[in-house]
Nanobody
């Protein structure tokens, strides 16, 4: 069982930066992969980035590569999504999620945090 709480969303202008945080609690976090996914109004939820607790591997969606980075702080049990040069098309609810290593689907989800980018 994993509990996830996101924070850091908000309303910004195009070109701005934001950092989202995901506080993670649970046992044996090294067995999980953490991800950020987003859902814009009227669109399906899409993958943004993922990171493993146990090694340095990360994965970034092509749509945000070069602008977003994912990182983790093992001491604070927190995963971050740093977003640079935000665009109006980045507007969405951003979710933190967790899945056991080797699984394709995310099993645990946070409540989501709204990011709105104005042009």
């Amino acid at each position: 069982q994993v509990q996830l709480v996101e924070s850091g969303g908000g309303l910004v202008q195009a070109g701005a930066s934001l950092r989202l945080s995901c506080a993670v609690s649970g046992r044996r976090l090294d067995l999980y992969v953490m991800g950020w996914l987003r859902q814009a109004p009227g669109k399906e939820r899409e993958f943004v980035a993922a990171i493993s607790w146990s090694d340095i591997r990360t994965s970034i969606a092509d749509s945000v590569k070069g602008r977003f980075t994912i990182s983790r702080d093992n001491m604070r049990n927190t995963v971050y999504l740093q977003m640079y040069d935000l665009k109006p098309e980045d507007t969405a609810v951003y979710y933190c999620a967790a899945k056991p290593r080797g699984n394709s689907a995310y099993d645990w989800w946070g409540q989501g945090t709204q990011v709105t980018v104005s042009s």
